[in-house]
C-alpha cells in the first residue's frame, strides 16, 4: 500500500532506531533524563526561547501551553478550523476551563484585522481574551502557510491588546522550509509554541511546549496533572534529536511530491486549496465521486487517502515514501477520478 492518510505513520529509520537504543535515559519526572534535557534545550534554541518541555503529543502541547496562557473562565480567539478546538476533544474547555471564540475558517489567509476585531477587554462582565492560538502550517487549510508579515502584524495587535499568542506549530518545521523564514523568526512572534517530531520528522512520538523559563516550569506541573510525567523517556526524545538532526532538511523533497501529485489531480478540478507544503487537499464538491468512493476506489487499487467529510479528503506526502511510490499514487488517483 501507498499510504497518503497523514505524515504521522511513519516508521523510524534504522539510523533512528539506533539512536534509540544507544539513548542514555534518567527519570524525566526528577528532571533526570539526559537526552530529553538536551532535546528540550536544543528545541528551545531553535526558536529563540528560553526553556521547552517535551510532551508525549502533540494536543497535550497545546493544552499545556493555553492552559499557561488563559485562565479558567476566560477566554482564547482562534479560526473554527483549528486543530486546538477541532480535534482535541474540547480539551480546552474540558481541562483548562477555557472559553474559545472563533473566527470563520479561511485557513492560512489569516486577516489579523478580523482577530482584533474580535479582542474582548476586562469589564462589564464580558469574558476577556486572553491569548490567540495560530496554526502553522495550517492542517484543514491544505498545509498552507500564514505569511510571515501576517503574524507580525497580528504580533502588533495583541501587543497592544495585551494579548498573548500561541502556534500551534505542528507543521512549523514544513513552512520554515516553504517560506525560507529561519525558525528564530518564527519564535519571537510567540509567547508559546507546540511543535511536533511526530509530523513530517519521521519521529515515533513526541512534541514540545516552548516559551520562557517561568512558563515552562509552570507548564511542568500541568503536564504531571494532565497525566504526561514520563520515566526513562529519553529512548523517544533520542528519536526527535535524530530527526532534528537529519530530517528536517529533507522536508522539502516532501514538499516537490506532494506538487506532483497535486499537478496529476488538478485537471480535474478538485484541488482545495494551492499547494504549499506536503499536503493536498482534494474538494469533491462538484465532483461526481464523493470521499469516501475516491478513497474506496484507491484503497482497492493500494493507495490510501484520508477522509476528512462527506467532500472532503486529503494526500499527505512523508519520509516513507519514494518517488516511484508517488508517481504510482497519481495513477490510482487519475484512474478513480475518470470513474
Known amino acids: 500500500m501507498v499510504d497518503l492518510r497523514s505524515d504521522t505513520l511513519t516508521r523510524p529509520t534504522p539510523g533512528m532506531r539506533q539512536a534509540m537504543a544507544e539513548a542514555e535515559v534518567g527519570d524525566d519526572v526528577y528532571g533526570e533524563d539526559p537526552t530529553v534535557n538536551a532535546l528540550e534545550a536544543e528545541v528551545a534554541a531553535l526558536f529563540g526561547h528560553e526553556a521547552a518541555?517535551?510532551?508525549?503529543?502533540?494536543?497535550?502541547?497545546?493544552?499545556i501551553a493555553l492552559q499557561l496562557l488563559v485562565p479558567p473562565g476566560e477566554e482564547l480567539l482562534c479560526d473554527a478550523d483549528a486543530h486546538v478546538v477541532t480535534y482535541e476533544m474540547g480539551a480546552a474547555g474540558a481541562y483548562g476551563g477555557i472559553s474559545s471564540r472563533t473566527w470563520s475558517p479561511v485557513g492560512a489567509q489569516l486577516d489579523p484585522d478580523v482577530v482584533a476585531a474580535m479582542i474582548r477587554p476586562a469589564g462589564y462582565h464580558a469574558v476577556p481574551t486572553r491569548a490567540v492560538a495560530?496554526?502553522?502550517?495550517?492542517?484543514?487549510?491544505?498545509?498552507g502557510?500564514?505569511?510571515l508579515e501576517a503574524l507580525r502584524t497580528l504580533r502588533r495587535i495583541t501587543d497592544?491588546?495585551?494579548?498573548?499568542?500561541?502556534?500551534?506549530?505542528?507543521?512549523?518545521?514544513?513552512?520554515?522550509v516553504a517560506d525560507d523564514v529561519p525558525l528564530t523568526g518564527y519564535g519571537a512572534l510567540f509567547d508559546t509554541l507546540s511543535v511536533c517530531l511526530s509530523k513530517g520528522l519521521g519521529a515515533p512520538v513526541g512534541s514540545l511546549v516552548v516559551g520562557s523559563a517561568e512558563r515552562i516550569a509552570r507548564g511542568r506541573d500541568v503536564r504531571k496533572r494532565m497525566g504526561g510525567g514520563m520515566r526513562q523517556v529519553g529512548v523517544l526524545a533520542a528519536a526527535g534529536r535524530y530527526a532534528l538532526r537529519h530530517h528536517l532538511d529533507r522536508l522539502a523533497v516532501d514538499h516537490a511530491r506532494a506538487a506532483r501529485l497535486a499537478e496529476t489531480v488538478a485537471p480535474f478540478g478538485v484541488l482545495a486549496t494551492p499547494v504549499?507544503?506536503?499536503?493536498?487537499?482534494?474538494?469533491?464538491?462538484?465532483?461526481?465521486l464523493d470521499a469516501p468512493a475516491l478513497a474506496a476506489a484507491a484503497r482497492a487499487d493500494g493507495v490510501l487517502v484520508s477522509v476528512l467529510g462527506p467532500r472532503s479528503?486529503?494526500?499527505?506526502?512523508?519520509?516513507?515514501?519514494?518517488?516511484?511510490?508517488?508517481?504510482?499514487a497519481g495513477e490510482v488517483l487519475t484512474r478513480a477520478l475518470r470513474h
Not at 497592544?160 to 520554515?176: E, F, K, M, Q, S
Not at 479528503?313 to 504510482?328: N, S, Y
Open 134 to 143: 495560530v496554526e502553522q502550517t495550517h492542517n484543514r487549510g491544505g498545509g
Open 313 to 328: 479528503a486529503r494526500l499527505v506526502t512523508h519520509l516513507d515514501l519514494t518517488d516511484a511510490d508517488v508517481d504510482r
Open 53 to 63: 518541555l517535551f510532551a508525549p503529543t502533540g494536543s497535550m502541547a497545546n493544552q
Open 145 to 147: 502557510v500564514v505569511p
Open 276 to 288: 504549499r507544503t506536503n499536503i493536498v487537499a482534494l474538494d469533491l464538491t462538484k465532483f461526481p
Open 160 to 176: 497592544d491588546a495585551g494579548v498573548a499568542l500561541h502556534c500551534d506549530g505542528a507543521r512549523i518545521w514544513h513552512a520554515a
